[in-house]
């Protein structure tokens, strides 16, 4: 389904990494592991076509993301590390907007289902500007609920800032995703596993596993 090939991420006139070959099918979880700097943010972007690479090539289903473009941005959703959250929109209103940009309308009535999925149901018409970091991170996590149909999630550091409540949600989410024959792609920083069948992980300063 999403296959690395040879892959070369050069940041400045630094390589982060060369020669990353992996394939991830439908119902895989891959975890990036590696120290800080090692290249985790950049193979994400990469592996959502917001990145080119220095070498090599990201392909979905045996085709050049870069040739796909719209088309394979259609397919997946991604969370980056930013909660890109704009402070004088409420909670509903960003997410009403991440799913628009994801090419996904989506009825006032599942918005409030997602959140309160997320443990924020009753912030949704509050701006974002008085919440917290937990929520303005559950508020980016909620389109994940929106998000079932997509065959690829990649999520950067999906559990920053959360209690531990809601790290059990998010890892169910994620668990449920890839248990619908979906494949996910992420960084943490919190050592937790993920009840999935496969579970796949690639440290960037050390070898494959």
């Not at 045996?62 to 719209?70: C, N, P």
Request: with cysteine; aromatic share 4%; proline share 2%.
């Amino acid at each position: 389904m999403l296959e690395a090939i040879d892959l070369q991420c050069t940041r400045g006139e630094r390589t982060l990494f060369s020669g990353l070959d992996f394939r991830l099918r439908g119902g895989e979880l891959l975890r990036i592991a590696g120290a800080n700097g090692s290249g985790k943010t950049s193979l994400l972007r990469l592996l959502c076509g917001l990145l080119a690479p220095a070498g090599g090539s990201v392909r979905w289903h045996g085709e050049d993301i870069r040739r796909l473009r719209e088309e394979y941005w259609g397919r997946l959703v991604y969370i980056g590390h930013a909660n890109a959250i704009k402070d004088d929109l409420t909670a509903a209103e960003n997410l009403a907007i991440a799913c628009a940009l994801g090419g996904h309308r989506v009825a006032a009535g599942a918005l409030r289902s997602a959140l309160d999925q997320l443990g924020i149901g009753g912030s949704e018409h509050r701006p974002a500007r008085v919440l917290s970091q937990g929520q303005r991170r559950r508020v980016a996590l909620a389109r994940l609920a929106l998000s079932e149909h997509s065959p690829l999630w990649i999520l950067d550091e999906p559990f920053t800032a959360l209690d531990a409540r809601a790290v059990d949600i998010v890892q169910e989410m994620i668990a449920s995703h890839v248990a619908r024959g979906a494949a996910v792609v992420y960084t943490t920083h919190v050592e937790l596993e993920i009840a999935v069948a496969v579970a796949l992980r690639i440290d960037l300063g050390a070898a494959a596993v």
